[in-house]
């Protein structure tokens, strides 16, 4: 770990609140997962230095990268804490193969990404989820269903039923949708991609005026967006596509022990 990486560790560490502890730790970068389907997802694995016996896994999906505010938020504070981590980029983002379509597919890749580690010798067979927004919605679609059950999830500012914020009080709510599909088409083009400059904030209002509202993604990320196609054929509250992103429906009592800050 070089100088840098330690300094933004520690800046990382004093912005969360935590205590200042560093413990050593090693990082082996893109990782190959294979999903059921032959798509490969890849990942970094975390683990304390000098530490060869299995261990406990904490698992943490995102589709916003794995080296950077990802990693350095989730990852990179329990690595410093001695948890072995594997943060892993959903399928279609930052390497993973596949087409990111938001919330249809999490559920059997995030089911086949638990069996993974349970299966190699570094893991003792528990494991563990954490993350916030998107980050918390692929533990929803994970926690009632794995088995055996995870060892705990935190899952933070998310909910069950992920998908209804883009609609509130049954109409679909463009500006938010349309700014999350500009951040996910633009956040691969380079380190400050996602940053919504002047020019980008001057793209989002024209496609905030598309016609047809079908092509506006092309305004928003400068190119098609596949769940902005998604969400514009199937718009209608309680449409069945969006029904394998509902998990207030699962049961409840399958959940392992839960940390949780706001979204329950």
Known sequence: ?????????????????????????????????PMP???????DHYRPAGDDRPLPVVLIRSPYGRAGIAGLVYAAPLARRGFQVFIQSTRGTFGSGGLFRPFTSEREDGLATVAWPRDQPWCDGRVSMAGAS????TQWAVAPYAEPPLASVSMNVTAANFSAAFHQHGAPSLKNVLNWIGLIGRQERGPFGAIPGPRQMARMRRALRKVPLQAADVDAAGAPVAFWRDFTGHAEPGDEFWAGADHDRADLTRLPPVSMVTGW
Not at 1 to 30: E, S
Not at 37 to 43: E, F, H, K, M, T
């Open 134 to 137: 998107y980050l918390g919605h």
């Open 37 to 43: 389907d032959g798509v490969v997802l890849l990942g």
């Open 1 to 33: 770990m070089n100088r840098l990486a330690r300094i933004a560790g520690l800046a990382a560490d004093r912005m969360l609140g935590l205590p200042l502890r560093a413990v050593p730790y090693l990082v082996r970068r893109d990782v190959a997962v």
